[in-house]
């Protein structure tokens, strides 16, 4: 099984501004390698212990008003200047942005639409209730 057949969610690669700020510490200008439904992956310098607090912005800029997308995480893992988010809560606006940005920057589109139709907020839904 690859690494991405793991994955609940598509990563897409794209190349946008962010911003990591740690609970414990002062916001990083970061640049965006992959993100998915649930999480992030950033370049950014930094040491940040696993599972530490987090807040993220990703910058879609390219319009008149730049949108951000803001979401609530944890540090997944940190090594060689590449740190990984999971977001653990946004809000709606933000939701519907991150998945507008996935979506238009997926090369399956269809399998995305799936995964959101069988998702639950920022989380797959694998069991029957």
Known sequence: MTES????FTRVHTHISAELTPQSGDAV???VEDV????????????IPR?????????L?????????????AISRES??????????MDDESYMH?????LSNASDTNRV???????????RHTQDF
Do not use: M, Q, Y
């Open 36 to 47: 998915s439904i649930s999480g992030v992956l950033l370049a950014a310098p930094g040491d």
């Open 98 to 102: 991150l998945r507008n940005l996935v």
């Open 113 to 123: 639409e799936d995964e959101l139709d069988t998702s639950i907020g920022l989380k």
């Open 5 to 8: 057949d793991k994955r609940d």
């Open 61 to 73: 800029e390219g319009t008149d008003l730049a949108v951000k997308i803001s979401a609530h995480g």
């Open 80 to 89: 060689g200047g590449l740190i990984a988010v999971e977001f653990t809560d």
């Open 51 to 59: 599972n530490a607090p987090c807040t993220v912005s990703l910058i």
């Open 29 to 31: 200008s970061c640049r």
